[in-house]
């Protein structure tokens, strides 16, 4: 063997052990991949995530909002048709569980105004001798607020002759206009106002 030979084979297996050691030359040590992009690719990824958080968490409180307000125009809607049937429905033969089923539907100046017929204007509603039925055919929410809404309804009113077996009932239409009140966990009536129909 040559003195270049040997000299070859040394350099050789000096940089097979620099290799195996990690302190090979540049030139000769694999490549790596740089640390510093894969950090910055993170960091953006992070921030689109914590965007998106933030507009689907935005998104699901509007989305939470819309729900609950529908949800409470379904309850006054429900309340308001039920209450406004109440007060169109009388029966001769118990007043006052009638005219007590007005009062529980209603709130306020209007409670107190139902609550407080004299016993003359039932002794004419007795004499009468008539039996009123309603029912809300038709019924809108207009206005909702946290604690006030306004409904308008198309209500039909079946009104019976109790002293005549054989007469036949009259169905009367009429619309309302009803203001209500959200007290106690519950929606009341706090007035009830017929609303003209314009033919024109």
Do not use: C
């Not at 991949?33 to 699901?60: D, E, H, K, P, Q």
């Not at 307000?69 to 169109?88: F, K, P, S, W, Y």
């Not at 309804?153 to 079946?158: D, F, G």
Request: charged content about 25%; proline content about 4%; glycine content about 6%.
């Amino acid at each position: 063997m040559t003195m270049a030979e040997a000299e070859a084979q040394t350099e050789e297996a000096r940089s097979e052990e620099a290799q195996a050691e990690g302190t090979a030359p540049p030139e000769d040590r694999p490549p790596r991949r740089i640390a510093g992009g894969w950090a910055a690719w993170l960091g953006i990824g992070v921030a689109v995530v914590l965007a998106l958080s933030g507009v689907l968490a935005a998104w699901a409180a509007l989305n939470d909002d819309t729900i609950e307000r529908a949800e409470t125009r379904d309850a006054v809607l429900v309340r308001a048709t039920q209450h406004i049937e109440t007060l169109n429905t009388l029966d001769y033969r118990d007043l006052d569980a009638g005219l007590e089923a007005w009062t529980d539907a209603s709130t306020g100046t209007l409670r107190d105004q139902l609550a407080g017929v004299p016993d003359e204007e039932k002794q004419m509603l007795a004499e009468q001798q008539m039996i009123s039925s309603g029912e809300v055919v038709e019924a809108a929410v207009t206005d909702l607020n946290d604690d006030t809404a306004t409904v308008i309804a198309a209500v039909e009113v079946t009104v019976t002759d109790g002293s005549d077996p054989d007469a036949e009932p009259t169905v009367k239409r009429n619309r309302f206009s009803a203001e209500l009140l959200h007290e106690d966990g519950d929606w009341k009536l706090e007035s009830l106002s017929q609303v003209s129909v314009s033919l024109s």
